[in-house]
């Protein structure tokens, strides 16, 4: 699906739909608890979210949408744990590497299929280290692959700097197994607020994670427990419409919760920093814990006085995109000046931006970015593939264009 923007400004209200951090976890674990348990706030669930509520049911939990409010997934936890499972991940990575491991303290002999850039998307580290602890794994650096065995507990010695989401995972899954365990981080742990999210929201559900001077222990046969959770807005997607506002708009951003341990919270603080007079001026922006602001930043960048500097972001490589590379290709073809460093992005401003055509490379935030750079464009904006959005943010244009923004349909192939 191709879209066609043109200059304008957005004003109104927009409701942020569910951290999609928050829901995977959120879901996970009440798949995993021993009874009913409600989780509210699901108004627009992702192909990721629905990845994810996917993967669960097919490990034996079950789930309903509420009768009198279809934003709630009424869950019932896992009661009979199948011999055997197949999950289709799509494109999420979330749900692979959250997954694999609950699978495997769970025992479920589970072949894992995706899509997209997932097949490419590493799990050296759970090849690694699970094979050390009761798992096979049937892998040819492709999908879909098969895990065997059952997960025991121990030591699980794991790399902070590749992705957050292996540590995640190990937190679900070791407080099943009948051992204790200890996660040692062999290097600084980037994306550090994802896992304060999982440690937050497994201790509402019952589990019990403590913190060590080198990572984090955890006690073996732990039992979740049934919980309501109402998820959180989510801040990565609220970015969109802090920039719009640092552009000229007039939105009023709700659904948040101001005292949330969402890392991307820093967006709000990133742009303060950034206005003066009224203007944007430029930054300097360590990325190294809010990987997914980083195309919005470079389109906040793009309309700045000076030059910006995104750092510490080279794992977006391995995203849907390479997206240092989708966000300087966005960027430049619609005017702007924007260099790929070893870890980030450069950003020179040219004064404006003129439109022309963007390539979404199947990414959801490279779409939601150049739809808020088309704001302030001189010219028309055409974004290719405008369809991947419905990987977080199904609804992106229905509120974008609720709110004034012009955006039509112009292909749907």
């Known amino acids: 699906m191709d879209i066609l923007l043109k200059p304008s400004r957005l004003r109104g209200i927009v ?4 951290s999609k951090s928050c829901a995977h976890r959120a879901l996970i674990c009440a798949a995993l608890a ?47 744990v199948p011999e055997k499972a197949v999950i289709d991940c799509n494109e999420s990575g979330s749900t692979l590497r959250f997954i694999i491991p609950v699978a495997a303290a769970l025992g479920v002999e589970t072949e894992f299929h995706g899509r997209g850039r997932l097949p490419q998307r590493p799990i050296d580290i759970y090849i690694r280290e699970l094979t050390k602890h009761g798992i096979e794994f049937d892998y040819n650096n492709n999908m879909p692959f098969t895990i065997s065995g059952k997960l025991t507990g121990g030591t699980y010695k794991i790399e902070g700097n590749v992705s957050s989401q292996f540590i995640t995972g190990l937190l679900f899954a070791l407080p099943l197994v009948d051992e204790d365990s200890e996660i040692i981080l062999t290097s600084h742990l980037e994306s550090r607020p994802y896992v304060d999210i999982t440690i937050d929201i497994l201790k509402r559900f019952g589990i019990v994670i403590k913190e060590t001077e080198t990572g984090f222990r ?26 719009a506002n640092a552009l000229g708009s007039h939105i009023s951003i709700g659904h948040l919760n101001p005292d949330s341990v969402q890392g991307d919270e820093k967006i709000t603080e990133i742009i303060s920093d950034a206005e003066s007079d009224g203007k944007i001026t430029g930054f300097r922006a360590d990325c190294s814990d809010i990987p997914d602001l980083v195309p919005i930043l470079s389109v906040l960048g793009a309309y ?19 997206r240092l590379a989708a966000c300087a290709d966005m960027l430049n ?81």
Do not use: W
């Not at 996917?54 to 009979?80: D, K, P, R, W, Y």
């Not at 732990?222 to 109402?230: A, S």
């Not at 619609?334 to 199947?362: A, K, W």
């Open 34 to 80: 021993e009874g009913q348990s409600a989780i509210s706030g699901l108004k627009y669930c992702s192909d990721d979210i629905y990845a994810t509520i996917s993967a669960m049911s097919a490990l034996g939990a079950e789930f309903l949408v509420g009768q009198h409010n279809s934003s709630t997934q009424c869950v019932s936890g896992i009661n009979n």
């Open 304 to 322: 700045g006085t000076e030059k910006s500097v995104i750092y510490n972001a080279g794992r977006l490589r391995i995203k849907e995109s390479d």
């Open 218 to 243: 955890i006690k073996g046969g732990q039992k979740y427990v049934p919980h309501d959770e109402r998820v959180e807005g989510d801040y990565s997607q609220a970015a969109f419409f802090f920039v």
């Open 15 to 18: 409701d942020i739909p569910a």
């Open 333 to 413: 073809n619609l005017g702007g000046n924007v260099s790929v460093t070893p870890d980030g992005l450069e950003i020179t401003p040219t004064g404006r931006l003129h439109g022309g055509t963007v390539n979404s490379f199947g990414d959801h935030r490279i779409v939601m970015a150049a739809s808020i750079a088309a704001l302030r464009c001189d010219g028309d904006v055409i974004i290719k593939g405008a369809e991947a959005v419905r990987k977080s943010y199904p609804n992106f244009f229905d509120d974008y264009k609720n709110l004034g923004g012009k955006a039509d349909v112009i292909n749907m192939e």
